[in-house]
Structures are given as structure tokens and as C-alpha cells.
């Protein structure tokens, strides 16, 4: 019996410890250890907050004037930092600091909220994601042609064939994405997103000092506390659609809330992720609120009240040529991220529901690895297939509906109010239990009820827009 013993321990003592860096790659959900660091979260929120539609406040805060344009830049910048980290609590639940992860911003909802309201949020999200992306793909295209018919004009130094079709441009930027939609999930956009991040930067400072230049020289146009004065060629009526459609420019241009939660799940988790996320919400909403009120306010203080909805076309046509040439081409760059950024948050949401019915099929499952000398990427045959038909479906909706931002404003309307402002604060009424009529409820409601009214404007507006855009409808016909 004792050799029996001494045997055994023998044996104990020789089985291998299991492998220690296993336990060390994964989180506490078991999955991959998160590598985000508030830098990486900075830059995904910039990269989704500033798009190509900072060089439209010049114009919004133009349809508003001095008074009314600031202050909605400034007011929507705190409700967006507000309501931003609100949601960032709202990552793990019930406890901010230990509770269960949730992992989408529909999962969060459906976890604080309960009952049916993650649907709501779901239709409200993929919609707003699906729309953005789309959106990006006309923006994208618009740069690109003002790039060849400004090398055009300066060739010929003529207007007249000069005029381009967005559709090759489209199919070129669907082919780019198509790649980039195997990067296999947002955890892995970090280096596209500080590039993207960058592009930003340098195209908002090209407008700024190109806007700084005018005043310079003296030759700014005349501007008012009120804004677009009522008279010739504008009526009452005209104005106020206009404001709408200003105050609903500014408004969507500070949102970022639904990538939020996904962006919050690549963080390391080291320190608390709401911690982390409050403060990547601060530098990303302070340093677009910068960019924001520069652009706006220094180009309306430029281009005046004449000013057009995209800042780099109100300097005369295309001068100084080769530095909108430069701009143009960094907006291309940027959104090129930036479709990334918004569309990892659907292909994911997909994919996921496609393994939970199909847990054990190799289509689904299998990755196929492929090395590129130090390079070794692995491709999934659901992810090529789904992501790629996506990438077609969205570039041939842009290419079928010349008039598609106004559909893309109405999707922002309808998108903005519910997960910006409406979902985070009704979560942090349920989790702190704020009694009803009490001073905190009351102004929260406030808050919930004039966003509520500033994106049902906006709405009236994007409708009234469709309306006008119908009249010359015309398919896979987007040509200037």
C-alpha cells in the first residue's frame, strides 16, 4: 500500500500545470482579452462623431445666426457628453463596476430596461447604422468628383465637360470596402480609426484656415445675429425649414451613442470600462465641440450669410485649387474608416444571431488561415458572403437614390432622439430608481422632451426635402 502511495504521488506530481497563458488571454467573460485603451476609444469616437458634415455648420449656424447657432452648438455638446456617459454606465448591469457585460446597445437596453423596449432600439440602431453607411458612400463619392472636376477646370480652364457620374466612384469605394469588411471585428480598427481620426483633423483645419484667410484679406461677407435675412428669394417659410434642418445638422453631428457600447467592449478591463469611457467621452465631445464651434463659427464669420452647405466650395471654384484637392481627398480617407466604424456594430450583430442558430456548421465557424510572409490574416466563408452582399446592397441603394441624404436626415432624425437622449436616460432612471416628479426627474424629462421636439423639427424638415427631391427624381443619375 505505501509503494501504492508513493506511486501516486509520484504520478500527481508529474502531471503538467495547465498552461498558464491561456487564462491570461482571456477576460472574465471567457472571451479574448480586450486590448482598448482610452486613446483607441478617442479615436473611434472622432473618428464617428466628426464626418465630412463638419463642413455644413457654416451653414447651419448661417440658417440660425450668432445667437441661436453657438448656443445650439454648445447646448448640444453638453446633452451629447451627458447623455454619452450615462450610457457608458450602462455597459455593465445591474452594477456599473461588476455586473454582467453587455455587449451591443440593444443588449443594454433589453438588460436595464426589460420588457420589449431592445427591439425599439434595434430597429432605431441598424436602421441609423445601415443609413450612415450608405450616406458615406455618397459622401464619399461627392469628393472624389469634386477632385476630377476641379483638375478638370484647371486643365481646361472651362466649365464645360466638366461634369462627372458619382456611379464609377461608388463602385470603387464598394470594392475597397468590400476587403476592409473582412477585418473580422471593431476591437481590430484601432489603426484605421486613428488614421481616419487624423483625416479629420486635417480637413476641418484646411477649412478653418482657408475660412481665417478670407477674414483676413477683408473679404468676408456680411453676417447677422439672426442669420439668412427674410426678403429676395427667401420667405418665412423657406427660413424655418431651413432652421430645421440646421438645428437638426447640428444635433446628429455630435451623436455617436450607437456605436457606444460596442466601442466600450474593446476595452481593456484593468480599470472599471465606464471610467475609461467617461473619459474617452470627454476628449473625444471636447475635442469635436472645438473643431465644431472653429468651423462654424469662423466660416460663418467668412462666408456670411451667402454660405453654401459645404464650407470648402464657398472659396471661389476650386482656389486654391491643389489645397481643396488635399481636403477632399482626406474626407475620402476618413469616411473610408468611418464606414467601418459603423458597420462593424451590424455585421457583428448578424453574425452573432447566425452562431447561435447554426453553433456547430464549419460555413459559419471554420476560419481559413492564410500567411503573407509575417502577415497571417484567416478568412470565414460567413463573413465573406454576408459582409459582401452587404458592401453591394449599400452601394447600389446609393447609386439608386440620388436624393438619398434627405432619406439619411430623416433616418437621423428618427435615430437621434431615441439612442442619444431617450434610452441612456431611461436607464439611469430605472437603475437609480429617481422617483417620478421629483427635481432630477423633472429635469431629465425636460432634457428627453425639447431633444424630443428639436428631432421631430428636423424630421418635418428632412420630409419637406424628400418632398422637393422627388419632383426630379431620377435613378443611378447622380452627375455634377
Known sequence: MENQAQFHIQLTDHQPPPPPSYEEDLDDDGRPKRTGTVWTATSHIITAIIGSGVLSLAWAVAQLGWVAGVTSLLCFSCVTLYTSNLLADCYRSPDPLTGKRNYTYKEAVKNNLGGKMHVLCGIAQYCNLCGMVIGYTITSSIS???????????????????????????????????????????????????????????????????????????????????????????????????????????????????????????????????KVMRKANMLGVL?????????????????????????????????PFWLIDLANICIVVHLV????????????????EISRRWPKSKFVKKEYPIGMGKIKISFNLLRLTWRTSFVVLATFTAMLFP???????????????????????????ANKRI??????????????????????????????????????????TIKE
Not at 290 to 302: D, E, L, P, Q, R
Not at 337 to 352: D, I, R
Open 287 to 319: 475635442t469635436t465641440t472645438t473643431f465644431y464651434v472653429m468651423s462654424g463659427c469662423i466660416g460663418y464669420a467668412a462666408l456670411g450669410n451667402p454660405a453654401k452647405g459645404n464650407m470648402l466650395t464657398g472659396f471661389g471654384f476650386y482656389e
Open 337 to 352: 474608416g468611418a464606414y467601418q466604424v459603423f458597420a462593424q456594430p451590424l455585421f457583428n450583430a448578424v453574425e452573432t
Open 144 to 274: 472624389m468628383v469634386a477632385i476630377q472636376k476641379s483638375n478638370c477646370f484647371h486643365k481646361t480652364m472651362s466649365h464645360e465637360n466638366c461634369s462627372f457620374s458619382h456611379n464609377p466612384y461608388m463602385i470603387g469605394l464598394g470594392v475597397v470596402q468590400i476587403f476592409l469588411s473582412q477585418i473580422p471585428s471593431f476591437d481590430k480598427l484601432s489603426i484605421l480609426s486613428i488614421v481616419a481620426a487624423i483625416m479629420s483633423f486635417t480637413y476641418a483645419s484646411i477649412g478653418i484656415g482657408l475660412a481665417l484667410a478670407k477674414i483676413v484679406s477683408g473679404e468676408k461677407e456680411k453676417s447677422s445675429l439672426t442669420g439668412v435675412e427674410i426678403g429676395l428669394g427667401i420667405s418665412a417659410a423657406d427660413k424655418t425649414w431651413k432652421m430645421f434642418r440646421a438645428l437638426g445638422d447640428i444635433a446628429f453631428a455630435f451623436t455617436f451613442s450607437q456605436v457606444l457600447v460596442e466601442i466600450q467592449d474593446t476595452l481593456k478591463s484593468t480599470l472599471p470600462e465606464n
Open 435 to 476: 422617483q417620478r416628479w421629483s427635481s432630477k426627474w423633472v429635469g431629465l424629462q425636460l432634457v428627453n422632451t425639447v431633444c424630443f421636439l428639436v428631432a421631430l423639427a428636423a424630421a418635418c424638415g428632412s420630409i419637406q426635402g424628400i418632398g422637393l427631391a422627388l419632383k426630379t427624381y431620377k435613378p443611378f
Open 403 to 429: 436624393f438619398f441624404n434627405e432619406v439619411l436626415s430623416l433616418l437621423g432624425a428618427f435615430g437621434y432622439w431615441p439612442l442619444t437622449v431617450y434610452f441612456p436616460i431611461s436607464m439611469f432612471i
